[in-house]
């Protein structure tokens, strides 16, 4: 079975700059989390996605973050414009409702300079 | 609001030994879930192990198990008979069912970096 797949694995970027993140979650899996996690830290869920619904954003900060999942199952994560302080692991995890445990994918650090 | 609390941000221990990873957390919820991830280096994050507040008795994976003390709201893991493949950050997560919109919270503590040493 395949896991979380997340593209790029890395990214390096110039600040003001935009910067887009996919993941594409477990078969199956109706329900999608991005996280960001500084070094060092443990994860902090920017959204997360019920199928295409976006049932919690409330950590993500809208005026330069953005996020989709068309049709319930790929999912995009954009940042328009990057700032140094973007710098960080993005994390994608899927998991099926009601079972609790997550999946992660390998997750994409990014780099702002 | 649901917090959680590694008090340990590093820890080492030494082959084969046995250590053990404190995690505190707090909520006014009676139905919930905990668990513990583990992260190795420049590699992915994966399930350790997952507790059901409802259960009494503590779960255990092989090596791994867990201290559930429901009441004090501490939920330790104990690594037994280390191995050098255990270092990682290890990660406590709280998981909060909504009875009313199918979905759930999830809250991760700020982890442990343990070190096992040859």
């Known amino acids: 079975e395949a896991g979380v797949v997340q593209s790029p694995r890395y990214k390096i970027i110039e600040k003001k700059q935009p910067v887009a993140f996919w993941c594409n979650p477990i078969?199956?899996?109706?329900?999608l989390y991005w996280y960001l996690q500084n070094l060092g830290q443990g994860p902090e869920l920017l959204i997360r996605?019920?199928?295409?619904?976006?049932?919690?954003d409330s950590q993500l900060p809208k005026d330069r973050f953005s996020a989709e999942r068309l049709k319930g199952v790929d999912s995009t994560l954009k940042i328009q414009p990057a700032e140094l302080g973007d710098s960080a692991v993005y994390l994608c995890?899927?998991?099926?409702?009601?079972?609790?445990?997550?999946?992660f994918g390998p997750g994409t650090r990014l780099t702002v300079l | 609001a649901q917090t959680v609390t590694q008090s340990q941000p590093e820890m080492s221990v030494q082959e084969a030994e046995t250590v053990t990873l404190s995690c505190t957390y707090d909520?006014?919820?009676?139905?919930?879930?905990l668990f513990w991830y583990k992260q190795p280096p420049s590699r992915q994050m994966i399930l350790v192990i997952r507790?059901?507040?409802?259960?009494?008795q503590n779960a255990t994976e092989n090596r791994f198990s867990v201290n559930f003390q429901k009441a004090a709201k501490s939920f330790s893991l104990k690594i037994s008979d280390s191995q050098l493949g255990d270092t990682a950050m290890y990660f406590c997560?709280?998981?909060?069912?909504?009875?009313?919109?199918?979905?759930?919270?999830?809250?991760f503590g700020t982890g442990t970096r343990l070190k096992v040493l040859a």
């Open positions: 909520t006014s919820e009676s139905n919930y879930y």
């Open positions: 997560a709280f998981m909060k069912p909504s009875s009313t919109s199918g979905t759930y919270k999830y809250i």
């Open positions: 078969s199956g899996h109706n329900t």
């Open positions: 507790q059901e507040a409802y259960k009494q």
């Open positions: 995890a899927s998991s099926f409702a009601g079972l609790g445990e997550q999946f």
């Open positions: 996605y019920e199928n295409e619904e976006a049932v919690d």
